[in-house]
């Protein structure tokens, strides 16, 4: 069962412009996190969020954790090429855990 | 720089080779994790070890055992490789449970087997 589901799956956007992708769920995370992974690379951490409705903005990418915690957006303001990457997002279940799971990504195309 | 290192980037194995993935991390993390990562179907656990010589099966473990003898040393055995373990795999870790600091991957290692 895919507990995360992440949309859209692909986008190719051209540089300069704004995306949002998004991180849903109909369970109830303790936390999620945000990762990009470039090919041929593991994922790298980006961003935490923990509170119910926490925003948190990182140079261009702000991030939100929805007031429930059943879901999360990352959006990119003036999209770069080097924000090219599969975006994942990973969710803990209950505070004393520390699995994760993950989403199927979104992967992200910018254009020069 | 905090690390975790796997010990190779590419591998080419034969059907029904036993085959040693190995990954160390130098952050003194206490958890560390596998997962296999292929297309469409996300990163899908494998197991997991939350202490020297303890180790708990992830979602698919079918074929696959694993070591932690020593904090920083997680190792991956594919018992008997088969064509469908083909994929790309991750080692990962993380400070004690309980807490939101997330995973510090490897770069991975991409297997093969032929």
């Known amino acids: 069962t895919q507990l995360l589901e992440q949309s859209p799956q692909f986008l190719s956007i051209q540089e300069g412009e704004n995306l949002t992708v998004y991180c849903n769920s109909s369970s109830v995370f303790s936390s999620l996190q945000w990762y990009r992974q470039e090919p041929g690379e593991g994922p790298v951490l980006l961003v935490t969020v923990v509170t119910g409705g926490e925003v948190k903005k990182l140079k261009r990418l702000t991030f939100q954790f929805g007031d429930a915690r059943k879901d999360s957006s990352l959006h990119i303001t003036a999209a770069q090429t080097g924000d090219t990457g599969l975006y994942l997002c990973a969710g803990a279940r209950g505070s004393g855990t520390y699995k994760y799971i993950f989403g199927t990504g979104t992967r992200l195309k910018v254009l020069a | 720089d905090v690390k975790v290192t796997q010990s190779s980037r590419y591998l080419v194995k034969r059907t029904g080779e036993k085959v040693f993935l190995e990954c160390v991390q130098d952050?003194?993390?206490?958890?560390m994790f596998w997962y296999r990562q292929d297309p469409g179907l996300g990163l899908r656990l494998i197991y997991f070890?939350?202490?020297?010589?303890?180790?708990e099966k992830g979602d698919i473990p079918e074929g696959y055992s694993v070591s932690r003898e020593k904090k920083e040393r997680f190792s991956l055995i594919l018992e008997s490789a088969s064509t469908n373990q083909t994929s790309m795999y991750l080692c990962?870790?993380?400070?004690?449970?309980?807490?939101?600091?997330?995973?510090?991957f490897g770069s991975g290692t991409r297997l093969t087997v032929v």
């Open positions: 070890s939350y202490d020297v010589k303890m180790k």
């Open positions: 990962a870790s993380s400070p004690a449970r309980g807490n939101n600091y997330g995973y510090t």
């Open positions: 952050m003194d993390h206490e958890n």
